[in-house]
């Protein structure tokens, strides 16, 4: 055991790949928050169904985490998935938007981290996994188009936004709806990544050419997959502490209340915190994470089984709760409610 | 041995990395026609040399060919380098309009092997070594500016050009000069490649990503120089047998004849040769090599030394020679002298 900074936390080295280890030391807790790469999230879930133990999973993972919800009603454990910004926040403000509607129209999710300002040659900045980052745009994209749920090429739909204060971005698909796949039903649902304009064209680029293959090549006398060596790189030159990082979300959902059509609309943007060196990236993902697995621990979330966010946010006691304990944290959501031509 | 083709040529396989073998082999010859990647080029001339047999050499070796111009005296032997396409074709006319001048202001070479029609991703056929290719866009480039020899980045000086049959093309700069630099003196001299628009964009990115980078990158349990592994991408994606090429270039010599200003402008445009499957990159550069290994052979070049194109271009027996024993093979090249505002 190591002791983390200063405070009270102490860790744990873990080769988290080694399911008999795991299950030993998750025994130990009362509740796990999983932060891992999305490829050994899956596998943390069902050991904390498997040891009986509540789990908050923040990992961009590939399966569908609602396929072990029987598991974890059967071991009386809450596991909430997806819980950081989108997905997370993102799942949070459509279910209360949901929740407001007779009938639900669309939902269409825009979420991005950007730098503060434009920096070559990426015009981005490394503030999370980049081996999930690299997933975002090479993992195929399910969307809804006409109550049909498709599948489009991450990177397409791409299109210009304007978002005030920030300036024009563009958004194209990325792979975000996961569990609302499952427990939404609309005519037209998706969600995009928001990235300074030119972005998406590049990193097409790079996909095209296969710098995201997960195949390995053969390369003299070694053999690697390219999107291995592509991580590497990305991680070395995108990865700038200290270059401030800027989060923008917005969640856009119309239907009809009693007859009416109705649009709820919800904006959040978060800045670097400065002073304390903490991305805005990592304030949106792990003050989330860290609300909802207090509310997990103190009992204040209590159905058993995997409750994505979505279903929280049906809650108003939930939701309320969760919205005071983020804007403590500095983290404001505007909810805008309007006429749909608004 | 064995046969290659139909013909009355035959093959030796050989590790020209190992000196002793390769002096070996060579010695049973009149003369090497060299068409080996850069990286190999110097040591084949080197070769050649000690052993004391004539060599043609297409090779864009890093080093500077003249550095041997001694030995290859005192051995009594003829060395042809950079007998390609540009630096090769690009040199000899050059040469051709120095000659014609009592003193030079500008050089000015623009030269590009393209496919006939733009191809995603990045509108390019390989047509030779793509590590050689790769190594165009990284080396530094070395250009004449009032009189002096500066370097540049390689894909800077970006501009637009348009050529007729063609259409818009960009240009930027590339370390074509090489052996020019030190034997002719101008005002400016430069060498360009050719691309289409949007191209250099492209390269400029992979470079600035680190995807060119030669230094070793340690990715997970090994370690492999990104370089490498992007030419083996590169070449899966962009060798298109069958895939039709042209080649452009344009040569632009300025300066004055009797006090009077003249431009000599040199342009060839050479297309895939459908009929027998060579594209226009094989036929500028091997029918180019493959001329002038015969007059060394034929003993029509009589010189010692290392003695580049330009040299050759200065002869006009010579000159009109090469020109006429091209033609035969169908690349045709536009002689234009110019008053100097046309």
């Given at each position: 055991m190591t002791t983390i900074g200063k405070s009270n936390i102490s860790g744990i080295r873990l080769d988290v790949s080694d399911r008999r280890k795991l299950t030993h030391t998750l025994k130990k807790f009362d509740l796990v928050v999983g932060a891992l790469p999305g490829r050994l999230g899956y596998r943390l879930v069902k050991t904390c169904i498997g040891v009986g133990v509540d789990g908050v999973d923040v990992s961009y993972m590939p399966e569908n985490p609602l396929t072990l919800h029987r598991d974890a009603v059967k071991a009386g454990v809450t596991i909430i998935p997806d819980c950081g910004l989108a997905p997370g926040l993102s799942n949070?403000?459509?279910?209360?938007?949901?929740?407001?509607?007779?009938?639900?129209?669309y939902v269409h999710i825009a979420v991005g981290g950007l730098p503060v300002k434009r920096t070559p040659p990426l015009d981005h900045v490394m503030t999370w996994c980049v081996e999930d980052f690299i997933d975002e745009y090479a993992r195929k994209v399910r969307i809804v188009e006409r109550g049909k749920v498709v599948e489009v090429e991450a990177l397409s739909g791409l299109e210009e936004v304007d978002l005030p204060g920030i300036g024009k971005l563009e958004a194209f698909y990325t792979d975000g709806l996961r569990t609302l796949l499952h427990t939404i039903r609309a005519e037209s649902m998706w969600e995009k990544t928001l990235r300074y304009p030119g972005h998406a064209k590049k990193m097409k680029l790079l996909k095209e050419l296969g710098f995201f293959d997960e195949k390995p090549l053969k390369v003299d006398d070694v053999r690697l997959p390219p999107r291995r060596l592509t991580a590497r790189l990305l991680d070395k030159k995108l990865r700038r502490p200290g270059l401030g990082d800027v989060v923008a979300l917005n969640v856009d959902v119309g239907g009809r209340r009693r007859g009416t059509k109705i649009r709820h609309f919800y904006r959040l943007i978060d800045r670097y915190d400065k002073e304390r060196g903490i991305t805005a990236m990592a304030r949106t993902t792990a003050?989330?994470?860290?609300?909802?697995?207090?509310?997990?621990?103190?009992?204040?979330?209590?159905?058993?089984?995997?409750?994505?966010?979505?279903?929280l946010g049906m809650k108003p006691m939930i939701f309320d709760r969760i919205m005071a304990e983020l804007e403590e944290r500095g983290i404001k959501i505007r909810q805008i409610s309007l006429p749909p031509n608004l």
């Open positions: 949070l403000l459509v279910g209360r938007a949901v929740s407001q509607l007779d009938e639900i129209e003050y989330t994470a860290s609300v909802i697995a207090q509310l997990v621990a103190g009992k204040f979330v209590r159905e058993d089984g995997v409750i994505p966010l979505e279903k």
